[in-house]
């Protein structure tokens, strides 16, 4: 049938003969993994030589181990076996040049970081082959991410393999999970225990054994990666101001949102700017009021709303959910950079080898960001502060009172606590808030830090 077709000017174009020849032999020769851990192809007797032009180039064993066991994710292994970044539109169909400039633009530091940690544990080869970044909106002029450009990211983060006794002796102190955000950065406020943190690894010295030594030495070298740590283990000035907002709440489910919202501000994209041309935004009060509500909701959008285990019920917000898309899309890339500081303490043996596998999964998915966020609490919040602003009395204690009622049996029926989660958001807010008064301008430049702060005000009247 494909040869019968060939000629066809639609078929030329799409390349379709030489793609199905392709998918033919992908399935005849499909890879798996035996239970006894052998990688094979199925009819290897027969497979061509030049298979990889098709399936890409064979992983080292190890790496496809720790993938069938679930301590790492697909996706930067498959960016180095394809040659290849994909990025595909997202849910609200991608329209905003914002969003564009992220994926195609702004992401790159992060992937370069995964790909660096990745390649540079791997054979040299993988280190000079450029990934070609392909987005729907311009697939024909892709980019190129060259990690040979990088530099090994294993001479500046090899220096943490702090033992469990540190560990569980400063958590007690801080009275802090030892596998919390919060632990790793307020640890390092002491600069004593900072400096003994810095424990390069020696010949004979017994590796990681343990999940809390392997967590916490995962994370603070993620820490260190994006820059909230300097190379003498001291909080970095990022650090400083990350330390200020989790000092503002012990909630330990509020630290992953707040660590991705100040990677958004270092995006420039934590604002009440209108970069969407999407309806959803708050339409009541004065323009001031619909600005403080927008900023605020995309606040909230980092948490989340807890809700029955039922399809979603409540306002929709196609705003909303192009600035989450954003959010996702950068809570993914924060994903693959801690994996891959994890995978890099296993592949260059600084953790016993006979750790279980189980064990080591549980590890990862203790790490942060594991599970994507959505736009639900961001909606409830705009739904609360846009129906305050039509009140003729916002500020009073019977319209806030009335309007969360409201909410709770009529726009989220089935939230299974709609005023709990409207003080969840409104904490996250106070932690970035504090945050963002104590940034530098490098950070934060003073016209945004005025914006924040009439915000902070209008929002402290309402809550």
Not at 264 to 275: D, E, G, H
């Amino acid at each position: 049938l494909c040869l019968q077709y060939q000629d066809d000017p639609a078929m030329i174009a799409l390349n379709y003969l030489d793609r199905y020849r392709k998918a033919s032999l992908y399935i005849k020769h499909y890879v798996c993994i035996r239970p006894n851990g052998k990688i094979e192809s199925g009819d290897g007797a027969s497979a061509p030589s030049d298979l990889n032009n098709i399936m890409g180039h064979r992983l080292p064993e190890e790496a496809f181990g720790y993938l069938s066991h679930g301590i790492i994710s697909p996706e930067v292994l498959s960016w180095i076996a394809s040659n290849e970044i994909i990025e595909r539109p997202p849910l609200d169909g991608g329209e905003a040049d914002a969003y564009r400039r992220l994926v195609s633009d702004g992401l790159t530091p992060l992937r370069t970081s995964a790909l660096s940690l990745l390649t540079y544990s791997f054979h040299r080869f993988y280190q000079h082959r450029p990934i070609y970044l392909r987005c729907w909106f311009n697939p024909n002029a892709p980019k190129t991410l060259n990690v040979a450009d990088t530099t090994d990211p294993r001479t500046t983060i090899s220096e943490w393999n702090v033992r469990l006794e540190q560990i569980t002796e400063k958590a007690t102190k801080l009275e802090r999970d030892v596998s919390s955000l919060a632990f790793a950065v307020s640890s390092l406020q002491d600069a004593e225990f900072a400096k003994t943190t810095v424990t390069p690894k020696s010949n004979g010295q017994k590796p990681l054994n343990s999940p809390e030594e392997v967590q916490s030495n995962a994370l603070w070298r993620f820490l260190q990666l994006r820059g909230y740590i300097q190379q003498d283990h001291q909080l970095s000035t990022l650090g400083q101001c990350l330390q200020t907002a989790f000092s503002r709440h012990n909630q330990q489910d509020l630290e992953e949102p707040t660590l991705v919202a100040f990677e958004m501000l270092r995006l420039n994209l934590l604002n009440s700017n209108n970069m969407f041309p999407y309806n959803g935004s708050p339409q009541r009060g004065s323009e001031t009021d619909k600005r403080n509500t927008l900023l605020v909701s995309r606040v909230a959008c980092f948490a989340g709303l807890r809700h029955k285990s039922i399809g979603f019920t409540g306002p929709l917000s196609r705003h909303l959910l192009a600035y989450t898309s954003m959010v996702s899309a950068v809570r993914g890339s924060l994903r693959n950079v801690v994996e891959m500081s994890l995978f890099g303490l296993l592949a260059n043996h600084h953790v016993d080898r006979n750790m279980a596998p189980s064990v080591l999964a549980q590890i990862s998915y203790s790490l942060p960001f594991l599970n994507d966020v959505d736009c639900a609490l961001g909606i409830a919040v705009k739904s609360y502060l846009d129906e305050l602003s039509a009140q003729s009395e916002p500020t009073s204690e019977a319209s806030r009172q009335a309007v969360k009622t409201k909410g709770a049996n009529e726009w989220f029926p089935h939230a299974t606590n709609f005023q709990g989660d409207l003080q969840r958001a409104f904490a996250l807010w106070d932690s970035i808030y504090a945050a963002v008064a104590s940034a530098p301008e490098t950070l934060v430049s003073a016209k945004d830090k005025k914006v924040w702060e009439e915000a902070d005000a209008w929002l402290s009247e309402r809550k």
